[in-house]
């Protein structure tokens, strides 16, 4: 009975480097949702996805960071061309359905140096 | 434009206590209303939630009340023990009309709870 996997944990890359970030939801669960969390903040809604379609991305910067979720896999999220801003926790969480409880998971720790 | 705020950074409690987190929020659109825990380094859990078509919703130990009127939410632990220190989100639900929202969490800044022994 597997949770929400996020991997990697931990992330390092260099400024103009990609990051790929993935997210497994649980089992039974199509819904996906990407949050961001910078030092000393709540978590920041980023996108919501359902398979192989974008629900609502009103909180993806407009620029270099884009999310899917493929009928087969886990949900990725991009980032190109990191720079030093953009080192957060990345949290996943899914739900049943997109009116039901969501669960995260331990999320991704991204480090830009 | 913060539609959702914890205006308690940090609350410290003694073991056996009650425990009282508050959450308050601008935006009368939001319709589901959902408290996580947070430890340093995993993810938010899951505590307990309410819809807006009630006042108060009871889980145990814990206990959230929403005031619609005031638009504020609380979450009563009690008796509070030491493994209840921790971060405390308040997450609210909808908030905008069209419904492509609803899956969308917006969260507060948190509250770090310690429980002394």
């Known amino acids: 009975n597997a949770g929400v996997m996020q991997n990697p944990r931990h992330l390092v890359r260099r400024r103009g480097q990609e990051a790929r970030l993935r997210c497994s939801p649980m089992?039974?669960?199509?819904?996906v949702y990407w949050y961001r969390q910078l030092p000393e903040e709540g978590l920041k809604f980023m996108v919501y996805?359902?398979?192989?379609?974008?629900?609502?991305e009103s909180g993806m910067p407009k620029e270099r960071f884009s999310a899917e979720f493929p009928k087969e896999g886990p949900s990725i999220l991009r980032i190109q061309q990191v720079v030093r801003g953009d080192s957060a926790a990345y949290f996943c969480?899914?739900?049943?359905?997109?009116?039901?409880?969501?669960?995260f998971g331990q999320g991704t720790r991204l480090t830009v140096v | 434009d913060q539609q959702v705020k914890q205006n308690s950074p940090s609350l410290s409690v003694q073991e056996g206590r009650i425990s009282i987190l508050n959450c308050d929020y601008t935006?009368?659109?939001?319709?589901?209303f959902l408290w996580y825990k947070k430890y340093p380094a995993e993810g938010p859990t899951f505590l307990i939630s309410?819809?807006?078509?009630?006042d108060k919703n009871e889980d145990g130990r814990f206990t959230v009340f929403l005031n619609k009127s005031a638009k504020h939410l609380s979450l009563h632990i009690v008796p509070s023990q030491p493994g209840d220190s921790a971060v405390y989100f308040c997450?609210?639900?909808?908030?905008?009309?069209?419904?492509?929202?609803?899956?969308?969490?917006?969260f507060g800044q948190g509250t770090i709870l310690t429980v002394h022994p």
């Open positions: 969480a899914s739900s049943q359905q997109g009116n039901t409880e969501a669960f």
């Open positions: 089992k039974g669960h199509s819904h």
């Open positions: 996805l359902q398979k192989e379609n974008i629900i609502d």
């Open positions: 935006n009368s659109m939001f319709d589901y």
């Open positions: 309410i819809s807006s078509i009630k």
């Open positions: 997450a609210l639900r909808g908030g905008s009309a069209g419904g492509t929202s609803y899956g969308k969490l917006t």
